[in-house]
């Protein structure tokens, strides 16, 4: 069904009571998204702002078009890494360019998605090796963590280069920040008390995050902080148009490269956490009633579908890639949300803040976003969960480590495969399909 969000809509705009669940839901997740959005646009390597503008229509038109009531959709850890990958390596490290090449990445992996949707294309995704994945995934989460470390010191960017070199390392220990050190470990220590102990009152539960922000800006404004800041947020919304391709001077072979790796990640994470959501059954109350479930079939084509336009509105929009996230879909879920209209309601409260409220970004440390990202990727490094695989199979377990040690040694390596064409992380996932399709008969049945 093209217009999906008509099996819902009529009912959210006729009933008080499930447009109630769907603003609450909707204002939760816009709490969320918009100190996330602005960290993960820095792991993206573009401008905080940018991560809002991907929290606005993207936001909404997947929900709209797309088939899960839940699917929260936005910038995600996993895919801003890969767009960083990516324009990184388009534009030969030219960051004036980066911007640029993140809208048309946008768009080109959007329409993709909506090609694989249109050609009924769903069934390629179930088979996907789900162990290529878990290694693949947990050295991104992996490198994505050692990333932002450089923000937790209060340190200028820094390469794994740069990491590797002796002499080089000790310079950069010696600039180490204190201050932003400090308020890293602080709230790492606040967001996993709210988020992981103190889980009798959910709502605080879920805006760990949301508080780590705030208390972060307040202490900024008080004291006299010495480390990097997030500094002006340029107000207002995006202008909406279409990006302007005739800027692009890279591999189309490689765009296509990084297209596709995108598009498959990136969906595969959004239709994981949709179908999880879908069975998941709801909780009750204290008489046993079932609470605010509502579920809809979860249809591949059709979340194709929502979230190729998510990324094309995305690119008019002025911002790079995203896709369904894993631990909003989750609060948006527990948060009561009866449908997609949560989604427009978080869309609405991100976008007022964008014309009015920018300035209370201002003060922002650095070392915050970049603790925010390591909070959310570390539980996928599931290093657990491939050593328990490797005990029950030992194939699918040699897989997954070497797709997970192939991921993390071939960016260090940076291996000229043509010219022009290096090896990175997408290296290792494609090395682990390689692997997965020399060994396939062996384990074809397992999967």
Known sequence: MLFNFSTWLPEVLTDKLYLSRDVIAGITIAMIIIPQSMAYASLASVPPVYGLYASLLPVA???????????ATGPVAMVCLLTSV?????????????????????????????????????????KIPEHVLLGFTSAAALIIALSQLSKIFGLPKV??????????????????????LILSVSMLLLMYLLKYKYTKHMTLSNLSVFFAVVLSIMFVST?????PIVGQIPAGLPDIKLPNLDIFNGSLPMLLIHTVIIAFVGFMEAIAIAKQLYIKKPPKDDKGVELYKDPTPIDTNQELLGQGLGNISSSISGSFPVSGSFSRSAVNEASGAYSGFASIVTMIIVSLTLLYATPLLFNLPKATLGIIVIFAVLPLIKIKEMKKLHNENKDLGFIAWITFFSTLIFPILSLELYEGVKTHIWTGIIFGFLIHIIFARDYQHTD
């Not at 794994?160 to 010696?174: G, K, P």
């Not at 004291?223 to 480390?227: I, K, Q």
Request: charged share 10%.
């Open 61 to 71: 038109i997947a929900a709209l078009f797309g088939s899960s009531r839940y699917l």
């Open 86 to 126: 990516a324009i990184s390596s388009l534009t030969d490290g030219d960051t004036s360019l980066y911007v640029a090449y993140a809208v048309i990445l946008a768009l080109s992996v959007g329409l993709f998605q909506v090609l694989l949707s249109l050609s009924k294309a769903g069934k390629i995704f179930d």
């Open 159 to 180: 390469s794994i280069s740069s990491l590797l070199d002796y002499q080089n390392l000790l310079s950069l220990c010696q600039h180490i920040n204190a201050q932003s």
């Open 223 to 227: 004291f006299s902080y010495t480390g």
